[in-house]
């Protein structure tokens, strides 16, 4: 079985070659095989009489490109072609055997095989390793945080010491109101002399 897209490559009309365009990417994309026949070339003609003949025209007399076919049995137009693609019928539409698409796109990519299942993955890999050294860390992180620091318990020894300038501004003030109380004390010995001579005086 051969899928056939009939196109024109000598079409002037934009939305025609649009099509084209598209229809190919969409069946390279579902990995299904194909050959394009030009109807433009001259060497097909007999190819372009057979797609007139065979595909059936949704409006005019013949039918417009691009047009699908399976050996020489007709599949469709473009607007069926787009309608199974968006409801994923494109094997039914090409009347394909269910899979065949799938297996197509596994010869393009050089396997002709189902593809293996995965190796189970070791029990300790080098990412396991790396989160547990990270656990490691982050609660090392978390007991230092957690445990007092040093220099708030020297901060407050230093707050409760008495620095000695504050020593030696105390003893300054205790030295100088003694030496204002002495000076108090002559002053009022000096008092009573002046009195007991003027009152000696006086007598």
Request: glycine share 6%; charged share 35%.
């Amino acid at each position: 079985m051969t899928i056939k897209l009939y196109i024109s490559s000598t079409c002037g009309n934009k939305e025609m070659k649009k099509h084209q365009m598209k229809a190919q990417l969409i069946m390279e994309s579902k990995g299904i095989d194909y050959v394009i026949v030009d109807i433009a070339d001259p060497v097909e003609d007999d190819d372009k009489k057979f797609m007139q003949e065979n595909a059936k025209p949704r409006t005019g007399k013949y039918p417009l490109p691009p047009q699908f076919f399976n050996d020489s049995e007709w599949c469709g137009d473009y607007e069926s072609f787009d309608e199974a693609n968006e409801t994923d019928g494109l094997e039914k539409f090409f009347k394909l055997p269910v899979g065949s698409s799938n297996q197509n796109i596994l010869k393009q990519n050089g396997n002709n095989t189902t593809p293996k299942e995965a190796s189970p993955v070791p029990a300790c890999t080098n990412g396991e390793s790396r989160l547990s050294e990270e656990r490691q860390t982050s609660e090392e992180c978390e007991e230092d945080k957690s445990a007092p620091p040093m220099e708030s318990k020297e901060v407050s020894r230093n707050s409760e010491e008495p620095n000695d300038k504050e020593k030696s501004m105390e003893g300054g003030t205790s030295d100088n109101s003694a030496e204002v109380s002495e000076e108090e004390e002559d002053g009022k010995s000096f008092r009573q002399i002046c009195d007991l001579s003027a009152y000696m005086f006086r007598l």
